[in-house]
């Protein structure tokens, strides 16, 4: 495990709270810490738990200049303040990152030590102050499944195999950092998913740092670093640029945030999983509205909730919009330290300091509920069997109404609910053979069920429910058809442990879901191909072909170009939709399939009962098991062990690399601090609506072998076969300039229809996005680009914010911003304003073909409303999304890494 961290040296004269420094003694060793009880403050038991965490770390890390008594005193008074916009610091514990985030962060880390020599500082200074651990998780693919007839026994090596021959460049480049920099533990690739080894084996939930004890929280680079408030840990998703300053030793500046209350009661029904109430629940908090809230789950109904429920929950907080959606310890807390075979010393102290710092609670005592912002109630009795689809997390649509939701989406026109196939059109049936059998698609036809992601994979009642469905399933004749591409990828190795010795896996195979690798697979876009004559079916007859996966994200184009309808569901439901073959099916009152004496099976005929599941969870979900896995963890493998990377200080950089490239960030930099300029004479990239995604801004799946990103590649002698995907190359900021708005499904208000294309405005020509830009910088134009609600929203990627300001564009100009986003434009120097109440493009009748002046005071102050003049004569206003002085001092430097370059050196 990676090193436990440095604390503020308590009773250091920069420590005005030594005074309350309290001695605590467990198991006879005696450890320090700082007691927030002996303020003796009535607003303290009225705090919500998360925000007690905060107040901890400011206590802790106070020293008047990176965090200040102030910030004390207003998280202190956070009942009052929460409604003043009040700015605080917070200083998280750790930082976790997966590979695809992490790989251009240790790429950024490596280009801030040639900056410094270059200025002519010390590049050693730049290294991690803040305990890292990356966990190598999203470069593995479902290349090979299984093999009609049988399943493909060796599918899990061939994966790993092909893992290692497309990023043998990339893991060569994070061995180097793992040797070159300190504080950072990298988990190699083959081990599992980064939030279930976060939850299973990384998460601390009390720091020990020579005998001080704190809580454990951590900021992320995947947005679902959320899960792991599920064990009490409090954490979130921070775009890399941000998570690197922490690294660094710098606060996180935030705004106080709101906390809403999610009061649970009841128990969920036999017929109800996590899944099901997580989908719920996303849906609810989406119609309230939670974003840039932390949300914590309270009342009677959690104590009925195991730790694996709890951490689904809290994985689905990006999918609500919450900044953290938070759990606070307790007994069924450190009952799961215990089954995951946790230190039992350290389950002793973790236990008696929480208790003492009043971070410890009891569910079922509501003279422990604090004060809230606001307060909802859920009661699990009434959730019912659920899923989310076609193209976004919190459209739920219960089981009841899945035929009739999918009829009305063919029906709708083109949306997040509709995809206008004519009547005539839905009638569409494609004949084809596979592996010399004959069978038909039509719309709603599934092709691809995958159990798979982070969300489900940590949980053993849904993954053992999937293993029981499919044993009832096959001990009744059912089967799913060859051409489905199934699949299990687990989020660790003691999902496979706990199913082996279940002795459920046979039938998981035996349906096609065999073990493809250990990784965050299919969610994340790495489905791997179709066979080619369902891929020739689905074009010949313009299907709208489904995909099921017990996954977190379906937004459109993210699971596999050839499956229009995406849904999320639990990981028997996965495979009842494989089996049935169409996600048109009232699964209520349909069969799935036939006996062998020809009678219809129904999926409560085969659905496994809580009592079933809960037996076979507490005799095969041992401590051992984790033990077991865990202690072998970061010895790697045989193919990770054999990489021999570069020992030096600065990374030996390669032109010739197509993988990993020294970024032009820091290129002309000064000590000096550069003057504010106007963004002038800016035309607009591209006229984009709402709910644009990272995945539409800078895709993580496949390279088209149209983009500029294959002619790139193809120029360097690569043949398709060897583009991988943007995801992998990550670290090649030629390729990510020419992915940026890249996706296949990202419609432009200037072209009309779905597409990674824009018109060039002087000339009239369509071209694709990177061409445009290019050009545009040929002509000397700044670029802005216009957006409408929630730009933003989805995975938090760097490359999102990096890819933009590649292409030369210095403003957004949007309805709305999802949070992590917004903080990726602030870090990169892109200026993110924000229309005002009520105004949108089309109110002031923006039609994007404009050029646009905005005029960015010296003094610019946070909020600060700015004006933009258009080159017709006409003027609007708009907020500057600068939510902070600390994000002001970021944009003066033209970036957060600048500024910290800047810190390094002056």
């Known amino acids: 495990m990676a090193s436990e961290g440095q604390g503020t040296p308590v009773g250091s004269a920069v420590d005005p709270y030594a005074k309350h420094v309290r001695d605590l003694t467990v198991g006879g060793n005696t450890f320090r810490f700082y007691d927030l009880k002996s303020f003796e403050d009535t607003r303290l038991a009225r705090l919500p738990y998360s925000i007690r965490v905060l107040l901890e770390s400011a206590v802790r890390n106070c020293d008047d200049y990176r965090v200040k008594q102030k910030d004390v005193e207003n998280i202190l008074d956070w009942e009052n303040k929460q409604n003043e916009t009040v700015e605080i610091a917070f200083k998280p514990s750790r930082v976790i990152l997966q590979d695809f985030t992490g790989v251009p962060a240790v790429v950024d880390f490596a280009a801030m030590r040639e900056a410094v020599k270059d200025l002519g500082g010390d590049p050693v200074k730049i290294n991690p102050l803040c305990p890292a651990d990356l966990v190598i998780d999203h470069s593995v693919q479902v290349d090979i499944a299984r093999r009609y007839p049988h399943i493909c026994p060796d599918a899990l090596e061939k994966n790993h195999e092909i893992e290692f021959e497309r990023n043998k460049e990339r893991f060569l480049f994070l061995k180097w950092g793992a040797k070159a920099f300190q504080n950072m533990l990298i988990v190699p690739p083959g081990s599992g998913i980064v939030h279930q080894v976060n939850l299973e084996y990384l998460a601390r939930v009390v720091f020990n740092v020579d005998g001080l004890l704190y809580p454990d929280s951590l900021v992320g680079t995947d947005s679902h670093t959320t899960m792991i408030n599920g064990l009490g840990v409090l954490g979130w998703g921070v775009g890399g640029i941000e998570a690197e300053a922490v690294m660094l030793g710098q606060t996180i500046s935030m705004v106080l945030p709101k906390v809403v209350g999610y009061r649970l009661i009841g128990s969920i029904s036999k017929w109800t999983t996590s899944t099901d109430v997580v989908l719920t629940i996303t849906k609810h908090l989406r119609q309230v509205g939670v974003v840039g809230k932390f949300v914590e789950f309270y009342g009677p109904g959690v104590s009925q909730l195991s730790i694996a429920d709890r951490a689904t929950i809290s994985n689905m907080c990006p999918e609500y919009g919450a900044t953290v959606g938070f759990f606070a310890v307790d007994d069924m807390s450190l009952k799961y330290l215990k089954q995951t075979a946790r230190d039992s010393s350290k ?254 099976v129904y999926l409560r005929d085969i659905w496994p009962s809580r009592e079933e599941l809960q037996e076979i969870e507490r005799n095969h979900v041992l401590p051992v098991m984790f033990q077991e896995v865990y202690s072998k963890i970061t010895q790697g493998n045989e193919r990770w062990n054999g990489l021999n990377a570069p020992d030096t200080q600065l990374y030996p950089w390669d032109d010739k690399s197509t993988y990993i490239q020294k970024p032009p960030f820091f290129s002309g930099m000064t ?110 134009r700044q670029l802005i680009i216009l957006a409408g609600k929630d730009y933003g929203s989805g995975s938090s990627r760097d490359w999102a914010a990096k890819g933009p300001w590649m292409l030369g564009v210095g403003a957004v100009i949007a309805e709305s911003y999802e949070r992590i986003h917004r903080s990726n434009l602030v870090g990169m120097g892109i200026v993110p304003l924000q229309y005002l109440d009520g105004q949108t493009a089309d109110s002031i009748s923006l039609t994007g073909r404009e050029s646009y002046d905005i005029i960015i005071p010296e003094d610019i102050k946070p909020g600060q409303i700015v004006t933009v003049q258009l080159d017709d004569g006409r003027s609007f206003q708009a907020k500057c999304r600068f939510d902070t002085d600390v994000e002001l001092t970021y944009f003066h430097h033209r970036g957060i890494l600048n500024y910290t370059i800047r810190q390094m050196i002056n």
């Open 671 to 780: 000590k000096e601090l550069p003057k504010v300029t106007n963004v002038t004479k800016a035309a607009v990239l591209l006229h984009l609506g709402d709910s644009v995604t990272t995945d539409h801004i800078s895709p993580a799946g496949s390279i088209a072998r149209n983009s500029p990103a294959a002619r790139y590649l193809g120029a360097r002698g690569l043949t398709p076969r060897e583009f991988n995907s943007y995801g992998s190359r990550r670290g090649n900021d030629a390729v990510m300039a020419r992915g940026t708005f890249a996706n296949i499904r990202l419609v432009n208000k200037f072209i009309g229809k779905a597409g990674p294309k824009t018109i060039h405005i002087p000339s009239g020509e369509t071209m694709d996005v990177f061409d445009a830009a290019e050009r545009y910088k040929q002509e000397g």
């Open 347 to 600: 389950i002793e102290y973790i236990e008696a300091y929480l208790k003492a710092v009043g971070l410890f609670r009891n569910y079922d005592d509501p003279s422990q509920d604090p004060v809230y912002s606001e307060i909802f109630e859920l009661d699990l009795s009434t959730v019912v069997p659920s899923l989310s689809g076609p193209k976004r997390p919190h459209d739920r649509v219960s089981l009841s109404e899945m035929k009739d939701d999918f009829q009305m989406c063919l029906d709708n026109k083109i949306g997040f609910k509709g995809f206008n196939i004519s009547p005539e059109a839905q009638k569409t049936v494609v004949p084809f053979s596979y592996e010399g059998k004959d069978y038909s698609l039509t719309h709603g036809s599934v092709v691809i069920s995958a159990i798979t992601s982070c969300t489900n994979t940590s949980n053993p009642s849904v993954m053992l429910g999937a293993g029981l469905l499919a044993k009832k399933a096959v001990e009744n004749g059912l089967s799913v058809a060859p051409y489905i591409k199934t699949s299990l990828s687990p989020g660790s190795g003691v999902v496979t442990y706990y199913l082996k010795e279940s002795g459920v896996i046979p039938y998981l195979e035996k349906l096609g879901f065999n073990l493809v690798g250990y990784g965050c697979m299919t969610c994340i876009g790495n489905s791997g191909p179709l066979a080619e004559p369902v891929v020739e079916a689905i074009e010949k007859g313009d299907l709208v072909a489904s995909g099921v996966l017990s996954g977190n994200r379906n937004f459109e184009g993210r699971i596999n170009p050839h499956t229009r309808a995406n849904y999320l569901a639990s990981p028997p439901l996965c495979i009842a939709y494989a089996i049935a073959g169409t996600v048109c099916i009232d699964m209520e009152k349909e069969p799935l399939g036939f006996n062998v004496e020809g009678k219809p």
